[in-house]
């Protein structure tokens, strides 16, 4: 049973600013969003600026529809977030996992540091020509190239983390007994948990870049490749529609995460 918190009444004044502070950020949020928008049709509208290289927030919408009236528009997104998310849950879990054991092994991890630097430092796009070569031109190119993308970021991010914890608390746990596993467990994974949270928020937008990246190679659909043929073919109209679309998926999974945080927290807390 959950115990029913008393608060002071400072307290209860401090919880009302931070809401009303949040509101009007997200009244902020939502009012720079809309002049911009609003902004954008109307230099369209007046010719300040050409709708044809520039698009505007009308001729977006219309897009949408003829996606949607197509019967393409759903297939197009669930490709690419299918790849994504994909991508993202390999990188993540694939990362801590090397973080781990080159944390748990001093002499592996000063083996290996150097090459981990050497790949992340590495243009991935350069591996585009081998990565068809070994996966061919199907979602599996696409998928191998979001992981490879966000997997390094990962490693390095956690590793540093688990690295960085707390050197006296290591040495107490070590005095009282306590196993390597029992350090990693207790101390090691529970202290790098707002390190895990930065390292998601991060490689979000790396898997977005990765899948990406991998449609405008090998895809023969996404949004990436919405993208691309809307380049080829002139029609900025579409290339438009599928940026704003891929803007609004990543800022909905980064809005996830968010909430995943604050959940995490705020179970910590109690």
Same mark, same amino acid.
Not at 164 to 179: E, V
Not at 200 to 208: D, E, P, Q, S, T
């Given at each position: ?14 919880? @009302? ?33 050409? *709708? ?17 009236? %197509? ?17 993202? /849950? ?8 090397? /973080? ?12 290996? %540091? ?11 796009? /350069? &591996? ?25 970021? *990962? ?11 707390? @050197?006296? @608390? ?9 196993? @390597? &596993? ?58 438009? !529609?599928? !940026? ?6 990543? /800022? ?19």
């Amino acid at each position: 049973m959950k115990t029913q918190k008393n608060y002071s009444e400072e307290h209860l004044l401090f919880l @009302k600013k931070r809401k009303r502070h949040a509101v009007l950020v997200w009244a902020l949020r939502i009012g720079i969003l809309a002049l911009l928008l609003g902004f954008w049709e109307l230099s369209t509208a007046l010719g300040w600026a050409d *709708a044809f290289l520039v698009s505007s927030p009308s001729r977006i919408a219309k897009t949408i529809a003829s996606l949607y009236n %197509e019967g393409t528009l759903f297939y197009h997104i669930g490709t690419t977030l299918w790849e994504t998310l994909a991508g993202f /849950a390999i990188a993540v879990v694939l990362g801590y996992g090397i /973080a781990l054991a080159l944390w748990w092994s001093e002499t592996v991890r000063s083996v290996l %540091e150097p090459y981990i630097v050497v790949l992340n430092a590495l243009p991935k796009i /350069a &591996l585009g020509p081998l990565i068809i070569i070994w996966f061919g031109t199907g979602s599996k190119a696409i998928l191998f190239m979001t992981v490879i993308v966000g997997l390094i970021v *990962a490693i390095m991010h956690m590793l540093s983390a688990f690295i960085a914890t707390d @050197k006296n @608390k290591l040495l107490l746990l070590k005095s009282m007994g306590a196993s @390597k &596993l029992q350090i990693l467990l207790k101390l090691v994974v529970p202290s790098s948990l707002a390190s895990f949270i930065s390292m998601l928020k991060v490689n979000v937008g790396m898997a977005w870049i990765g899948s990406i990246m991998g449609e405008y190679i090998v895809s023969r659909a996404g949004l990436g490749y919405l993208i691309v043929y809307g380049g080829q073919v002139f029609k900025l109209d579409l290339l438009m !529609t599928a !940026t704003v679309i891929l803007a609004l998926l990543a /800022a909905v999974m980064y809005f996830l995460i968010a909430l995943l945080e604050k959940f995490l927290v705020k179970n910590r807390e109690d």
